[in-house]
């Protein structure tokens, strides 16, 4: 499977394509609608958020609600279009050629693609790299991701998403996932998707002294899936290896600047003997681990635990108050543009690290178990289960 995305932040529309996707799976908007809501959620966004109200519309490849195994066409209409129309408009007898003046970008902005993309791209007007550069981007990919879920969800797994550090407060670190459904739980009803209910409110007066001062925040987020088989992705190649997929999905977001799989960085200190899951097994359990810290992962192999990712977001590089810069029209030393922004994504880069870990993880389902379908595929995975049953003692 594979998708792609097209659109500006300011353009009329984002547009999503995906192929590859098995038929038979119930396929409806609402399913993707509400993960666009928890992307647009979250403590710490900005006045963008207020603006659109994202809905998708299936184009193709989806009939009376079941995917038809042909490619399925999403789009996510920007609502701001109807104020950029002038200056974001692909025909140019649509332009208006003093408002695009105004809106002109030569001031690139420190932490953005602005310089480097406009030096790549020899832009003078660098509008023409932010606009697409914009995590706005990541609505098309929640989309996208979203329809990974659903084909994990129908395989009987689940995933989900919290907020584990603002700043300088952490939440108590989760060693596993055997708290599931209670971590999950607290998360989805917290206003910053944290499961540690003190650590959410310090967090969030820790994001309100930051909008006072007109400044922004990072942090950390944890995205869990558990109820995988044992044995996706690869051992032999490096570029199959499912650690690997994962981490440049979850890195491809916007202002994650790190990620670690289980324990990761936390566990270079650690010795051996006390960092690796030991392995038992047991005829209710089958094969399992009573610690997780490699985060689901052996090998470049899923081992049957929950997979647990770790994102480090950087604070959000478009400041109220800005730093300096050059401004590349005449040369001389300036304050960096300024565009609408937020204080803290670290709630909604953790929903999009869920659509995209998502979507690795459904493609490396395809990838092992095949299927034009999904009752082809259902069938595959039990019986790859009830093999691997059969090899406890």
């Known amino acids: 499977m594979r998708f792609l995305t097209a659109g500006e932040s300011h353009g009329p529309a984002l547009t999503i394509i995906i192929e590859g996707y098995p038929a038979g799976v119930a396929f409806e908007r609402g399913q993707i609608d509400a993960q666009l809501k928890r992307r647009q959620a979250g403590y710490g966004r900005g006045g963008r958020m207020r603006i659109e109200q994202d809905r998708v519309e299936i184009l193709a490849g989806v009939r009376n609600g079941v995917t038809l195994g042909s490619p399925i066409a999403l789009l996510i209409r920007n609502r701001d279009w109807e104020n950029w129309s002038g200056v974001m408009a692909s025909d140019p ?26 030096l790549k791209y020899h832009q003078e007007d660098l509008r023409n790299i932010l606009e697409r550069a914009s995590a706005r981007e990541t609505a098309a990919r929640v989309a996208a991701g ?26 108590d670190a989760v060693e596993d996932a055997r708290d599931f459904d209670l971590i999950a739980g607290h998360a989805a009803v917290s206003p910053i998707a944290c499961a540690d209910e003190q650590a959410g409110a310090e967090m969030m007066r820790q994001i309100d002294r930051a909008t006072a001062v ?59 003997s006390d960092y690796h899951d030991a392995i038992g097994c047991s005829r209710e359990r089958g094969f399992y681990r009573n610690t997780n810290r490699a985060g689901g992962i052996e090998g470049g192999l899923t081992n049957g635990e929950a997979i647990m990712i770790r994102g480090a977001v950087k604070p959000v590089p478009t400041l109220v108050k800005p730093l300096p810069s050059i401004d590349l029209a005449t040369g001389e030393s300036v304050t960096a543009a300024v565009e609408r922004s937020d204080v803290c994504i670290v709630p909604a880069a953790g929903v999009i690290a869920e659509a995209m870990a998502a979507w690795v ?19 595959r995975v039990r019986e790859y289960r009830e093999r691997i049953a059969e090899w406890v003692p």
């Not at 649509?94 to 480097?116: F, N, S």
């Not at 659903?150 to 689940?158: N, P, Y």
């Open 146 to 171: 979203t329809a990974g879920r659903i084909l994990l969800e129908q395989l009987g797994c689940g995933i989900f998403s919290h907020v584990v550090q603002i700043g300088m407060v952490a939440a």
């Open 214 to 272: 007109g400044d922004t925040l990072g942090g950390v987020f944890e995205v869990i899936c558990r109820g995988l088989p044992p044995g996706l992705g690869s051992h032999a190649h490096w570029d199959r290896r499912l650690d690997a997929s994962l981490a440049a999905a979850v890195m491809s977001i916007p202002s994650v600047k790190g990620v670690e799989i289980g324990l990761g960085f936390r566990g270079v200190s650690t010795p051996g």
């Open 93 to 118: 007898d649509q332009i208006d050629a003093e408002r695009a003046a105004e809106r002109k970008v030569t001031r690139p902005r420190p932490g953005h693609a602005d310089l480097a993309g406009g």
């Open 361 to 379: 993880l459904a493609c490396a389902v395809m990838e092992k178990f095949g299927g034009d379908t999904l009752l082809e595929i259902e069938q």
